[in-house]
């Protein structure tokens, strides 16, 4: 589903997008949901994810500060959406920097039915089996097109690699966005905001196709271009981001010849 016709859906039925997320980005990940149209709620306790889920469009699920009992919570979300038929968007974040972190997004990805996985080149790299630098969080390096690729290839899922160029592949597919501005890379949460967007486009289109997860982060990469206009640094870059999510969700025709969608496969 293309970015406008995802904000109309979203502004009409407000669909709530579970997330199980990390405590740092946390914040701005509800803030970039709700501006971006649809409820968030963070829920993570096990007596109560399942039900949650069970109420929502779609179910984020991002590993950023995981420990067992949390990626318990995930299984069990997971599998009340998948009863459900909801889109499971996971960001496998820190993949490749600790055996702990690589091994819970596989499990993830082996026991749930994952519509779209969303991470940057180094994570998306690990999870394809390629070699990859990931230090903490921070991809170093990669290519981010062939870790798409291989990844979407041997995990059977829409498959996005971040960066500089985001690359989104699936169902053989290949979509290359242009958008976006380096401030991105200068906040800490900015890859998790860009799936949480990935997760209310997916709520509104009811898949995680490849066209639907590349017009999020088209649309997501337009906002970051619009708050680089007028921000003095990284501090401001966060609001005016928001503000750019909001602005463009209430009149998506402004998006109209910005979105830089490619098809490249
Ligand atoms: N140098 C850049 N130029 C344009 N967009 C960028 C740049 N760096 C990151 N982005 C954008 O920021 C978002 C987060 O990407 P990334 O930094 O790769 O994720 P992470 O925070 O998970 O490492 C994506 O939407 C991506 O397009
Ligand atoms: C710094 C950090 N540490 C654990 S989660 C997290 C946030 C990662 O956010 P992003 O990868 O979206 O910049």
């Not at 979407?152 to 971040?162: H, K, N």
């Amino acid at each position: 589903m293309r970015a406008a016709e995802a904000l109309r859906r979203l502004g009409e039925r407000r669909p709530l997008v579970h997330h199980i997320t990390n405590y740092v980005s946390v914040g701005l990940v509800a803030n970039a949901t709700l501006c971006t149209g649809a409820l968030p709620v963070m829920a993570h306790a096990r007596e109560e994810v399942a039900e949650m889920s069970g109420a929502a469009g779609a179910l984020v699920l991002n590993i950023g500060t995981l420990d067992e009992r949390q990626v318990e919570s995930m299984l069990a979300a997971g599998k009340s959406a998948n009863e459900r038929g909801i889109p499971v968007i996971l960001d496998p974040v820190g993949a490749g920097a600790t055996r702990m972190r690589t091994l819970a997004a596989e499990r993830l990805l082996s026991e749930l039915e994952v519509s779209a996985v969303c991470g940057n080149a180094g994570e998306i790299a690990t999870l394809a089996g390629l070699s990859a630098e990931v230090r903490g969080v921070e991809s170093i390096g990669g290519d981010a097109g062939a870790a798409a690729r291989e990844a979407a290839a041997s995990l059977g899922v829409t498959v996005a690699a971040t960066g500089p160029v985001d690359h989104v592949c699936g169902g053989g597919r290949a979509l290359a966005v242009e958008n976006g501005h380096p401030l991105l890379g200068r906040v800490v949460g900015s890859g998790c905001a860009s799936t949480a967007v990935i997760g209310c486009f997916a709520a509104a289109a009811g898949s995680a196709d490849p066209e639907t997860v590349a017009h999020a982060l088209a649309y997501f990469g337009c906002a970051g271009e619009e708050a680089a206009r007028t921000s003095g640094g990284p501090g401001t870059f966060e609001g005016r981001l928001l503000d750019a999510l909001a602005a463009f969700a209430a009149d998506p025709s402004v998006l109209s010849g910005q979105l830089r969608v490619s098809d490249v496969g």
